[in-house]
């Protein structure tokens, strides 16, 4: 039973929402996250917050918030990576339903409330919500243009990408039943637990709720982001065998494809060029990189 009219700092009773936010050297933008998410509509949460061996201040800006907010846990680990640090969250959280997000991240006042509602009503085991930049510039509009067109794909036709940690929520119970979070799948951890749910016959609920969120600002940080997860859904398409059911595994035509698309935009003068350059070669250059040289995620 849920005491639902219970203060934020009464931890006498079981809470109905977890937040869970793993978090590493994050001094710069912790204090806005926590803000958000500790001023929420909805009031019968509390909030899991999982240090990755911070060595910045993130830990005096956690302090601070904990002394006005009994809601506030904070874990401490060493540095094992993101999917770890999410893991013994969701493991020490003690909500039916858990939310997510990431500690570089804005959420509305009522994030918790609208994320929640189709999970509680009974519609939905898990919900995905979406990003938009929390700096906009020609790099992030365009990476999270391409980010919502993804979403609303993969909310169709069921392959592995939908799922993004920095929005989400599931029920406690699904969760326990694809298993947790993988303390190996770094950065694509939000991807391989996706790969467990499509498996068991889940599909997240996409909503059009929006967080604040801060993607690469240039070129060279993009290039290097794009590099890595390529790189890491190669070894994750390893280890699942290339199940066509699950990814879209890239093929000569979709090289081919992609080539013919650059060609198209530079007799335009496509404003969108550069992106499309950046992102088309990094992804690959990290795809065919785990290809030749890396072994299966898991």
């Known amino acids: 039973m849920h005491d639902r009219d219970a203060g934020q700092g009464d931890r006498t009773m079981t809470p109905e929402v977890s937040v869970i936010i ?27 917050l999982v240090d990755n061996g911070s ?18 846990i904070c874990l401490s680990e060493p540095r094992r990576g993101p ?30 409330a609208r994320m929640a509602a189709p ?16 700096c906009r510039n020609y790099w992030t509009a ?7 067109g993804r979403s609303r794909r993969r909310s169709i036709d069921g392959k592995v990408g939908l799922l993004d940690t920095a929005n989400f929520a599931i029920r406690r119970s699904v969760l326990e039943e694809v298993g947790f979070t993988s303390p190996d799948a770094y950065y694509v951890n939000d991807t391989e637990l996706d790969v467990r749910l499509r498996l068991k016959g889940h599909l997240p609920l996409l909503i059009e709720v929006y967080v604040a969120h801060h993607h690469p600002e240039s ?18 398409m390893k280890s699942y065998t290339f199940d066509p059911a699950l990814f879209d595994v890239p093929d000569w035509k979709n090289h081919l494809a992609f080539c013919m698309g650059l060609a198209g935009d530079l007799v335009r003068l496509d404003a969108g060029f550069p992106y499309h350059l950046v992102e088309g070669i990094g992804w690959r250059l990290g795809l065919f990189y785990a290809y030749l040289f890396k072994d299966k995620l898991i």
């Open 22 to 48: 793993p978090v590493f050297n994050r001094e710069r933008t912790l204090g806005p996250c926590l803000d958000s998410v500790l001023n929420q509509t909805f009031r019968d949460y509390e909030v899991v």
């Open 55 to 72: 060595s910045d201040g993130t830990l005096r800006i956690v302090r601070r918030f904990q002394k006005r907010h009994g809601n506030l």
């Open 83 to 112: 999917g770890a640090a999410r893991r013994t969250g969701e493991l020490a959280s003690r909500g039916e339903i858990l939310l997510m997000t990431d500690s570089d991240c804005i959420v509305p006042g009522d994030w918790i």
């Open 119 to 134: 999970i509680r009503e009974g519609k939905a085991v898990a919900v995905q919500g979406l990003k938009k930049a929390a």
């Open 142 to 148: 365009r990476i999270e243009n391409e980010e919502h």
């Open 219 to 236: 070129a060279l940080a993009f290039f290097r982001k794009i590099v890595l997860r390529g790189e890491l859904n190669m070894m994750l």
